[in-house]
């Protein structure tokens, strides 16, 4: 049981900013898509 606490206290910090990266990266790519389109129109 303490292995298995130890690993998810230790990973858990990980998913959160994998989270918050992709989170980022999603919305830079459609925000810059936004402006692409409404520069092409």
């Known amino acids: 049981m303490e292995l298995i606490a130890h690993i998810t206290n230790h990973e ?6 994998a989270l918050a990266s992709g989170i980022m ?3 830079a ?3 810059v ?3 692409f389109w409404g520069r092409g129109r």
């Not at 858990?12 to 900013?17: E, G, I, S, W």
Request: hydrophobic share 55%.
């Open 29 to 31: 790519l459609t925000w």
């Open 33 to 35: 898509t936004m402006r």
């Open 12 to 17: 858990f910090p990980t998913v959160l900013v």
């Open 25 to 27: 990266i999603g919305t």
